[in-house]
């Protein structure tokens, strides 16, 4: 048995320990925002929060992530969720949506650590998340409206 901590819940999960952690928010959580893209840790569509940091959940084995706090799109949550939130509805971010669970969670965690990112600070801390739509412009500037309004609501 596998205990994982996954937005603030504990949960006992019968699996083998080398299951990735994609997996058992997917077939086993039924948590689906976070997205299969690529199967390798290259394309970050997988992204989830492990203690604060964006993480590619293909690649890693439950048994590395149980004493952690996991955090899904369905569970972020807060001031800062909020931000975010507001910023890509009105940046009009979306177009297929696919990677867009990923992207939120790698800005949340950018802003997090850095309330004020400069737009290379933005390109580099995004860039693991691909976007196949090439919204790259519209989620720096909602990342820029997000950490401003974060920055206010503080």
């Keep these: 048995m596998i205990s994982l901590n996954v937005n603030g819940v504990q949960h006992l ?25 690529c199967g390798i840790a290259e394309c970050g569509a997988c992204t989830v929060l492990i203690n604060g940091q964006a993480s590619m959940a293909c690649s890693i084995p439950v048994q590395d992530v149980i004493d952690d706090q996991i955090i899904t ?5 807060g001031p800062l969720a909020k931000a975010l939130r507001q910023a890509w509805i009105e940046t009009d971010v979306v177009q ?48 820029h409206r ?8 503080r």
Excluded: W
């Design 13 to 37: 999960l019968d699996l083998d320990p080398e299951t990735a952690l994609l997996s058992a928010l997917n077939e086993h959580l039924g948590l689906t925002g976070t997205k299969f893209g």
């Design 73 to 77: 799109i369905e569970g972020l949550q």
């Design 96 to 143: 297929c949506g696919y990677c867009q669970p990923a992207q939120v969670l790698t800005a949340a965690a950018l802003i997090a650590s850095d309330p004020d990112p400069d737009d290379d600070t933005i390109d580099r801390e995004m860039s693991p998340v691909l976007c196949r739509c090439g919204t790259y412009q519209a989620i720096r500037t909602a990342i």
């Design 146 to 153: 997000a950490a401003k309004a974060y920055r206010h609501a």
